[in-house]
């Protein structure tokens, strides 16, 4: 929005994560601004209380549960009475003497003013907007970093939407114009409760954890509740914007259609894009995979990429490749001192001189495999009991471009492992 109306993009730096999970997706800010942090929410607070707009709140906690409750979706679980609003400047001083820590409440009017068009309740007393430890409310944060920013347009979360007449009275203390806001609606998630009441994997850098492409959720979300025709980056996105065009419906998060077009962004890419992105995210799971050599990348790439749905899926191959072992659990174990299995351990190794020290082509591997199972002494169980050996695992990816990928001194290494495991 700021981009599309030629403005600029302001952001905090109070969440370095946050921050950190846009730059990933391709959202830079134009600027930075400072958190408020508890001296600004002093100061803050020392020039209302003099402009008396606001007051020293001295109660605690047990004083606040003997009032009335508030009805939920207040910011305040109690309906403050206002007892030190009429505190004297004595009866302060002689408070903060004995160590009494202080909140700071914003006086609300007896005819609070309304947002047009808003569905949020008014404030039905006085408010606190600095906590006793000093740091401020995030309703003092929001006005005050926008204030601070002097932003002209604030896009706010659906979730916070009951807050939003609370936000307007403490704008009128600071005597600082609210500019619009732009309520956007809540995403939700398929089962119907907000996302942001959720924590298990749905979050931007939880998405990046399980292997989705920055360009695939932006495109997957900008059309959850907009249009953008062909565009599929925010640059092109830009032009076309406008707040006017989105959906009214309450957006859901519909991760198996993200999915799905992130395994097509995938599959579209070309091989170097295809190649940097699955390479950068073995290497933040601790695979060593741009440690290969790039041919060896390429191979592996092209191998993986035909089924694959998000980089995740690459992390079972590289486990299998990229690993300095196999292990075993105990049931492989068992399999492993089978007289027949290292019987065909032998078999293999002597299929082994079939293939050229450096080839890695998956088809000339499928015609060992075959030579290897039809002169094997044990046929029937040839090829299961060698991708046990060499991988530890009864399934998974096909057993030729694996091998491909170890080469033969990669399989002698293994072969020589479970023999020696087997006579441990």
């Known amino acids: 929005m700021a981009r599309a109306k030629g403005g600029s993009v302001v952001a905090s730096t109070e969440n370095r994560s946050a921050l950190d999970d846009l730059e990933w997706l391709g959202i830079e800010p134009d600027e930075m601004t400072a958190p408020v942090d508890a001296r600004r929410a002093a100061e803050v607070g020392e020039e209302l209380i003099a402009a008396g707009r606001a007051y020293p709140c001295f109660c605690s906690v047990a004083e606040l549960r003997e009032m009335a409750v508030n009805p939920t979706g207040f910011p305040e679980p109690v309906v403050y009475d206002q007892r030190c609003r009429k505190l004297s400047p004595a009866d302060r001083a002689a408070l903060t003497r004995m160590g009494r820590k202080a ?3 914003v006086i609300v009017p007896e005819e609070p003013s309304s947002l047009p068009g808003v569905d949020a ?7 606190t907007i600095v906590e006793p430890d000093g740091n401020p409310t995030t309703i003092l944060s929001a006005v005050l970093s926008a204030r601070d920013a002097q932003a002209t347009h604030i896009l706010v979360d659906g979730a916070r939407a009951h807050e939003l007449n609370h936000w307007l009275c403490v704008a009128e ?3 600082w114009p609210l500019p619009p806001l732009h309520l956007l609606p809540t995403w939700l998630t398929p089962e119907g409760p907000p996302i942001s009441e959720r924590s298990d ?7 990046r954890a399980q292997g989705y492409h920055p360009k695939a959720l932006v495109s997957a979300a900008a059309r959850v509740g907009w249009d953008p025709g062909q565009a599929e980056t925010i640059e092109d996105m830009t032009g076309s914007f406008s707040l006017d065009a989105l959906g ?7 991760l198996p259609e993200i999915r799905q077009r992130n395994g097509d962004t995938l599959r579209a890419m070309d091989e170097a ?6 390479g950068e995210h073995l290497d933040r799971k601790g695979y060593p995979f741009t440690e290969r050599e790039p041919a060896w990348q390429r191979r592996f790439v092209k191998a993986v990429a035909p089924e694959m749905q998000t980089l995740s899926d690459a992390e079972e191959w590289a486990t299998l490749l990229l690993t300095s072992t196999v292990d075993y659990d105990r049931e492989t174990a068992r399999v492993l001192r089978d007289p027949t299995t290292q019987e065909l351990i032998t078999e293999f190794e002597k299929a082994l001189d079939q293939v050229e020290a450096d080839g890695h082509d998956a088809r000339a591997w499928r015609v060992v ?4 199972r039809r002169e094997a002494a044990a046929p029937g169980r040839a090829l299961v009991t060698m991708r046990i050996v060499l991988t530890g695992q009864r399934e998974g990816p096909g057993l030729p471009p694996i091998l491909a990928l170890l080469g033969v001194e990669g399989c002698r290494a293994r072969l020589e492992k479970a023999r020696r495991y087997a006579s441990a």
Do not use: H, K, M
Request: net charge negative; charged share 20%.
């Open 369 to 372: 495999l075959t030579d290897f």
């Open 273 to 278: 894009d295809l190649v940097q992105a699955i």
């Open 201 to 207: 994997g749905l979050t931007i850098s939880a998405l």
């Open 173 to 175: 203390a600071l005597q």
């Open 103 to 105: 909140r700071v409440r």
């Open 121 to 127: 309740p008014l404030p039905r007393t006085d408010f």
């Open 248 to 254: 009214t419906q309450t957006p859901v998060l519909d």
